[in-house]
């Protein structure tokens, strides 16, 4: 059950009754907790307000996500095809290959989705489905890559001071942000069968 007072509101942050801390996150860019306490606000709509902004944000979200993939995948290739082990750049040996090869379809996989989701919205057509494939690959596909690329880094690719590290950290924030691939998967499955 809606209650009247559920939507989308604007507080202004100098209001009273707004406390804001702030809060590390593991991407080292700060977020804040808010903490709202009798304060002003201004209903600017209703429920539909909250799913609308939801919507764009999760595919704001996969966009990003599939930018991380992108930095992650190229910052691997050049360190492939620059690392040297057994007289050979790393990249010229199979496995590696194929490790970035996968790699790289699923960054594309999270590319097209989330392009797909964005489009859908624009457009003001159903994103629903679009929205969920999105976000499954976003949270799956992007975890992969992240993993490929430190792992195809070897040690240095778990040195914090290395850039591959950032890309890793940003992948899982997004991705918990967005909630796991299961939710999405069963929400997915729900739109077919009501479909």
Same mark, same amino acid.
């Given at each position: 059950m809606?209650?009247?007072?559920?939507?989308?509101?604007?507080?202004a942050?100098?209001?009273?009754?707004?406390?804001i801390?702030?809060?590390?996150t593991? !991407? %080292?860019?700060?977020?804040a907790?808010?903490?709202?306490?009798?304060?002003p606000?201004?209903k600017l709509?209703?429920?539909? %307000?909250?799913d /609308?902004?939801i919507?764009r944000?999760?595919?704001?979200m996969?966009?990003?996500?599939? %930018?991380?993939c992108d930095?992650?995948l190229r910052?691997?290739?050049e360190?492939?095809?620059?690392?040297?082990?057994f007289?050979?750049?790393?990249?010229?040996?199979?496995?590696?290959?194929?490790r970035?090869?996968d790699?790289?379809?699923?960054?594309?996989?999270?590319?097209? !989705?989330?392009?797909?989701a964005?489009w859908?919205l *624009?457009?003001?057509l159903d994103?629903a489905?679009a929205?969920?494939?999105?976000?499954? /690959?976003?949270?799956? *596909?992007?975890?992969?890559v992240?993993?490929?690329?430190q792992? &195809?880094h070897?040690?240095i690719g &778990?040195d914090v001071d290395?850039?591959v590290?950032r890309y890793?950290? /940003?992948?899982?924030?997004i991705?918990l942000?967005?909630g *796991?691939?299961?939710t999405?998967?069963r929400?997915l499955?729900?739109?077919i069968?009501?479909g």
């Amino acid at each position: 059950m809606i209650s009247a007072s559920e939507g989308l509101y604007a507080v202004a942050r100098d209001a009273d009754g707004v406390m804001i801390e702030r809060q590390d996150t593991t !991407t %080292g860019v700060p977020e804040a907790h808010l903490l709202l306490s009798s304060a002003p606000a201004t209903k600017l709509s209703g429920p539909d %307000g909250i799913d /609308w902004l939801i919507d764009r944000a999760s595919t704001s979200m996969s966009v990003m996500m599939a %930018g991380v993939c992108d930095s992650a995948l190229r910052l691997t290739a050049e360190y492939a095809t620059t690392r040297v082990q057994f007289e050979r750049p790393i990249a010229t040996f199979q496995a590696v290959s194929q490790r970035a090869a996968d790699a790289y379809i699923d960054t594309e996989a999270v590319r097209l !989705t989330a392009r797909q989701a964005a489009w859908r919205l *624009g457009e003001g057509l159903d994103a629903a489905e679009a929205l969920a494939i999105a976000k499954t /690959w976003a949270a799956d *596909g992007a975890d992969r890559v992240v993993h490929a690329a430190q792992h &195809l880094h070897g040690g240095i690719g &778990l040195d914090v001071d290395y850039p591959v590290h950032r890309y890793f950290r /940003w992948a899982r924030h997004i991705g918990l942000s967005l909630g *796991g691939s299961a939710t999405h998967l069963r929400r997915l499955g729900d739109l077919i069968a009501a479909g």
